[in-house]
């Protein structure tokens, strides 16, 4: 971190991200200021807490700001007791730091670059005793370094560790260097805080909506309201109780499972293997896995042998992966981009074998420990989620502001109102604020959040889960939704549709099945080139792999107890796995393929786009490197002159096809070489171009639907995946992201070179057809009624995204295809396109998704997991079909909670208004009038409106998000106004009967019960909180007709049903209980139904106006704004560019068709 807490980038001084795992933790920025205790002004604050009986400690926990500040005083972050955190999301914190002694030599046993690090440290705050200055946040440690000036993550540490440096940690950490390591990164422990039942009941009732109700029941009670206040109480008392219940079980809940102690194996110094508790590691600590695996309590780097790893808590990823010994290389460790052969803490180790003596085990050193591991990240995730960037929350708010305004208008109004009718001044102040508890509803912000809540428990019943509700509201705003490829458009398994080799003379014929092949170094790539390893058994691997093996015939045997047998039979090499040939021939040939044995493995990397092994044969005569991987990848790593001359015409005939083409290239390696050690880079060179295998990848019978549908709501679909893009535009035109009448032009961007300028060109996807209509297009796409689709690859767009970001955004508006894209660019394009303002959804498996399925307002992992780290959304439906029922839920919760918002608004100020009418008359409503309306009415309406379920269909226009737009404070106005007309008309028409008897203006209030103008006043009020709920019920075409919300409608129709008979026969028992003048004229009581009958009608038709655009015409009046969104605006400007799109034309970064807007 800077000076004032930006975490400082150690190689180039620059502030950077603060370092979390990014294998699962989004960046984030930290603002740090530092303070010094005041002790006059604690003792001062201290006696004006107590004079103000507590007030002020109250203000203070609100706004922890104002406490620092009233009590501290600024100073150096160096000298700092107390420190100021502002996160990303502008939400500030408040943490003490905290100092710990060490004992003498402490740092020096960290390395150089620790020793480094912490001298000046040492220095500084030595005296007689060596102290370590830290605060804890969010679980994580960050300690105090001096040469930064800057409290950083502990895990800066060892974040200069090469791989190289973890081999050195083999021979294990002596006890006083484990002790030393313990006092920097503190215990291995996840631990999540479980409040007592007194300190969330504290917590709880410091909230402001619990304040503002013990306000109101004082305040209630002081002006005879008992009944009522004790109603309120104890359904606030119900009310906490059960959130305190709910709050610590899930506390307890997600303890249990963050929290994992078991006893480990490790080495120490000495050579000697030791039993310790899990949380005694350390980084450095040398783990021992057992043959038969564990559940790991720490992030490991694996240094020896092979482990099966189940991760799908982390990834939702079923299917287990094979972990491979970390490469000794001197470059700089990192569990993102060495993930292949990092154990991440909380996954299951199922199998561990060819580390250990006996051939068994592994061998592998603690990285990261507590919150710093991979489990440490989603536990964090879950105690701390990112604050959501949505305006209807924020709008709720400012909303209840204005209401607030409202309430203060009222209160002078009772004021005057009652200062000239000489009322006494504490009846004046109890009138007043009972205004504010009237205007103001407390429980807004909570009942708005029903509508995901309904929709989450009815997701939940179609198999998709949700660990963050508010995402729920989200997704009914999506405007552009991401699809991963393999796995989620098309099907996860593959069948092989054959095999050519190639050679410098050209492709042989195309061999439909491996087998047919004759023995040669093709036959023994595909047999041996993968990561397929056996569990009790059974073959387990990827399942593009298993087929692949499967179609040689050949089978696997892996080495039994320490393996000498095996191992002598090749040579002395430690063999992994041994690959043997079928013992019938398809074929008819001389020779017969021998076995071959598999001594190292390099797996599959995203970012290098391909996976080696390394072979000895029978004897250990000769020793091969086998290399798979993408086509281009592959080809650029051969000798030039083994590469066929038709590789790219034949490549790209088989990718126009849909076809999955692998490459797989060879290389002879110097069988008496240190075979185990050789370096990647040196294996994967050189190569001898061996042949393509094809696969088909079907596309799923779900896809083209789904993504009919999507197109029919006017929902952007784009294509992302690590697949060739032919593939790709193939699939695209299948699934139907790009019509049969549609243009794909595909973005080459090339990047800087010492022989040549970044260059970008957009061309068509046949060049023959390109120089036909090139002419035409050129005159606009969008003005000559072309419609098109841009297509690009991973390094296009990294060229695209650094030499031209001028052109980023318009390509990123037509772009449906993403192809050869890695991770970290998939997690890219997500924050690409929500920079123009895009809500994006992204649908993929969770493995090579997982930063953009986070990255993604609404990320959904087709996952077996009920809930994994991986999206916000996990569902167990194997297809995208979950995706339109996500979104229809989206829809259907926000239309909801948009009712909800403004049936209490419109509650609150339908009592507002009854209050105020009653108080100009010298009277008020009742103590079980208020019951009546607040209970029975109101709160059963609000609990079952949201209950509906969403609409069958897309509609291709999306609900509004904004509370604060004129159809939302136009509808609240105009039926406010209506409101008001109604209970004045029933009192102006109870004034005119000839039996009416005028109020007695000698008293006040409740004193006033019963009287005419009250009867008419609770009787109009009690029909207009009925017909309001049916008023702002929406339904078409987001929701379902309000027939379907049975449990509402009956409601509905008993509410009516007792309002009417409260208003025409109510009885004298009924009428002493809410003190209601009973009328004896039974013409007055059906006209005082019709009067309500003719305001519902009103409202409704006036809703239904709003509805079809009625106040659009207002905005006639301002003039036609730009959109606030700047997809639309640069929709706009480029549709009326003729200078775009520049067909076949090679750009340079001098060369500008710029089109701004702002």
Same mark, same amino acid.
């Given at each position: ?891 259907? &919760? @926000?239309?909801?909670?948009? !009712? *909800? $918002? ?6 609150? #100020?339908? /009592?507002?208004?009854? +209050? ?48 604060? &737009? @004129?159809?939302?404070?136009? !509808? *609240? $106005? ?6 008001? #007309?109604? /209970?004045?008309?029933? +009192? ?64 509905? #129709? ?105």
């Amino acid at each position: 971190m800077n000076k004032r807490g930006s975490v400082v980038d150690p190689q180039s001084g620059l502030p950077s991200p603060c370092p979390r795992d990014p294998f699962l933790s989004p960046d984030s920025h930290m603002d740090v200021q530092g303070y010094k205790w005041v002790h006059w002004r604690v003792w001062l604050c201290r006696l004006v807490a107590l004079l103000s009986l507590g007030a002020l400690l109250i203000l203070f926990h609100w706004r922890p700001r104002l406490g620092v500040l009233a009590r501290c005083r600024s100073c150096p972050l160096a000298l700092a007791e107390v420190l100021l955190l502002r996160d990303g999301s502008g939400q500030q914190h408040v943490v003490e730091v905290q100092t710990e002694e060490l004992e003498e030599g402490s740092f020096e046993m960290l390395g150089r670059q620790e020793e480094a690090e912490w001298r000046d440290t040492v220095q500084l705050h030595k005296e007689e005793k060596t102290l370590l200055h830290y605060y804890l946040f969010e679980g994580l440690r960050y300690v105090w370094l001096d040469r930064k000036g800057a409290f950083c993550p502990v895990s800066v540490l060892n974040e200069d560790w090469t791989c190289k440096d973890l081999y050195g940690f083999q021979k294990g950490l002596s006890p006083r260097e484990q002790s030393s390591r313990r006092s920097m990164f503190g215990v291995n422990l996840i631990d999540v805080p479980v409040k007592s039942y007194m300190r969330l009941l504290f917590e709880e009732v410091l909230n402001p909506f619990y304040i503002f109700q013990v306000f109101s029941i004082v305040l209630w009670t002081t002006d005879e309201y008992y009944f009522y206040a004790l109603c309120i109480f104890i359904i606030s008392i119900i009310s906490i109780s059960i959130s305190l219940y709910e709050t610590r079980k899930q506390s307890i809940t997600l303890r249990n499972m963050a929290q994992f102690i078991t006893n480990v194996t490790i080495r120490r110094e000495s050579g000697e293997e030791d039993c310790v508790n899990s949380v005694e590691l350390v980084p450095g600590d040398c783990l021992i896995i057992p043959q038969e695996g564990l559940l790991l309590p720490c992030d490991a780097a694996l240094l020896a042998g092979e482990c099966l790893v189940n991760e799908s808590m982390l990834t939702g990823e079923s299917v287990p992966v094979l972990k491979t010994p970390l490469p000794a290389a001197d470059r700089t460790y990192s569990s993102e981009t060495e993930h292949r052969h990092t154990l991440f803490c909380g996954t299951q180790i199922i199998q561990a074998k060819g580390g250990g003596p006996g051939g068994g085990g592994a061998v592998a050193v603690v990285t990261s420990t507590g919150f710093l591991t991979a489990k440490g990240a989603l536990v964090s995730s879950i105690m701390y989620p990112q604050q959501l960037n949505f305006s209807f929350q924020k709008d709720a708010m400012k909303f209840l502001l204005i209401l607030g305004s409202l309430a203060f208008c009222g209160t002078i109004y009772i004021f005057v109102i009652l200062f000239k009718a000489n009322v006494t001044w504490p009846e004046i102040i109890v009138r007043c604020l009972d205004i504010v508890t009237i205007a103001v509803p407390p429980a807004l912000p909570a009942a708005i959040t029903t509508g995901a809540i309904y929709a989450q428990s009815r997701l939940k019943k179609h198999g998709i889960f949700c660990i963050n509700p508010p995402r729920i509201n989200v997704g009914g705003k999506v405007s552009v939704f991401c699809f991963d490829k393999t796995g989620t458009l098309t099907e996860e398994g593959l069948d092989v549709w054959g095999v050519m080799e190639g050679g410098p003379a050209g492709f042989s014929e195309l061999v439909p099945d491996p087998r047919l092949l004759p023995p040669g170094h093709m036959q023994s790539a595909l047999a041996c080139c993968h990561t397929v390893t056996l569990l009790r058994g059974q073959p387990l691997g990827d399942p593009l792999e298993l087929k692949m093996v499967e179609s040689t015939g050949w089978t696997l045997q892996e080495p039994e107890g320490d393996g000498d047998v095996v191992n002598a039979e090749y040579g002395g090499h430690k063999v992994l796995a041994v690959m043997r040939p079928p013992t019938q021939q398809l074929f008819l040939h001389r020779n017969s393929s021998e076995a071959v044995a598999i001594v190292k493995r390099f797996p599959f990397s995203s970012a290098l786009q391909r996976m080696s092994v390394l072979t000895v044969a029978t004897g250990g005569r000769s020793a091969m490197v086998f290399v798979k991987g993408s086509p281009e990848m592959v080809a650029s790593l051969c000798r030039a002159d083994t590469v066929p001359p038709q590789f790219s015409s034949t490549l790209h005939t088989f990718s126009s096809e849909g076809l999955r083409v692998l490459a797989l290239a060879c290389k002879p390696v110097d069988v008496n070489s240190d075979l185990i050690n050789i370096e990647r880079a040196d294996a994967e060179k050189d190569l001898q171009f061996l042949g393509l295998l094809m696969m088909k990848n079907l596309v799923k019978p779900e896809s083209a639907k789904v993504i009919n549908v999507l197109r029919l709501a006017q929902i952007r679909n784009v294509m992302v995946t690590g697949d060739n893009i032919l593939t790709a535009v193939n699939v695209a035109k299948s699934c139907g992201m790009v019509g049969s009448d549609e243009k794909v032009i595909f973005v080459t961007a090339s990047p800087h070179t010492a022989q040549s300028l970044p260059t970008l060109r957009f061309s068509l996807e046949d060049e023959v057809a390109a120089q036909r209509s090139t002419d035409v297009m050129d005159q606009s796409l969008y003005q000559g009624g072309f419609d098109y689709h841009l297509a690009i690859n991973g390094k296009s767009f990294a060229a695209l995204c650094d030499h031209f970001p001028e052109y980023l955004p318009k390509v990123l508006m037509k772009a449906t295809v993403f192809a050869r894209m890695l991770p970290d660019q998939k997690a890219q394009l997500v924050k690409e396109l929500q920079k123009l303002n895009y809500r994006v959804g992204m649908c993929g498996d969770g493995a090579n998704d997982c930063g953009a399925l986070r990255a993604a307002d609404v990320g959904v992992s087709l996952s077996e997991a009920e809930a994994s780290v991986a999206s916000p959304f996990t569902s167990k439906t194997e297809n995208i079909s979950c995706v339109p029922l996500l979104i229809r839920e989206g829809r259907c &919760s @926000l239309v909801t909670s948009f !009712s *909800l $918002f403004r049936y209490m608004a419109l509650y609150s #100020l339908i /009592q507002f208004c009854s +209050v105020l009418i009653l108080n100009t008359v010298k009277t008020t409503l009742a103590d079980f009038q208020f019951l009546f309306c607040d209970l029975f009415l109101v709160t059963l309406l609000a609990l079952f409106m949201g209950k509906g379920g969403p609409s069958e269909e897309l509609y291709p226009r999306r609900p509004p998000a904004s509370l604060l &737009s @004129l159809p939302v404070f136009g !509808s *609240l $106005f105009i039926q406010t106004c209506m409101i008001v #007309l109604g /209970q004045l008309s029933a +009192v102006f028409i109870t004034k005119t009967q000839e039996w009416y008897i005028p109020l007695n203006s000698t008293v006040f209030g409740t004193e006033n019960l019963p009287n005419m103008e009250n009867a008419c006043v609770f009787n109009l009020s009690g029909y207009q909180y009925i017909f309001m709920a049916v008023v702002v019920t929406k339904s078409y075409p987001h929701k379902k007709p309000l027939y379907h919300n049975v449990i509402f409608l009956c409601i509905l #129709l008993i509410h009516f049903a007792v309002m009417t008979w409260l208003v025409l026969y109510p009885g004298p028992f009924f009428s002493q209980v809410f003190k209601l003048y009973n009328f004896t004229d039974m013409n007055f009581k059906m006209l005082l139904c019709a009067v309500a009958a003719l305001n519902f009608l009103i409202c409704f038709v006036v809703e239904l106006l709003i509805d079809l655009g009625a106040l659009n015409c207002l905005r006639l009046l301002r003039g036609k704004r730009p959109s606030k969104k700047q997809y639309k605006r640069l929709n706009v400007l480029l549709s009326d560019s003729t200078s775009w799109l520049p067909l076949n034309q090679t750009l340079t970064p001098r060369d500008h068709t710029v089109i701004h807007f702002s």
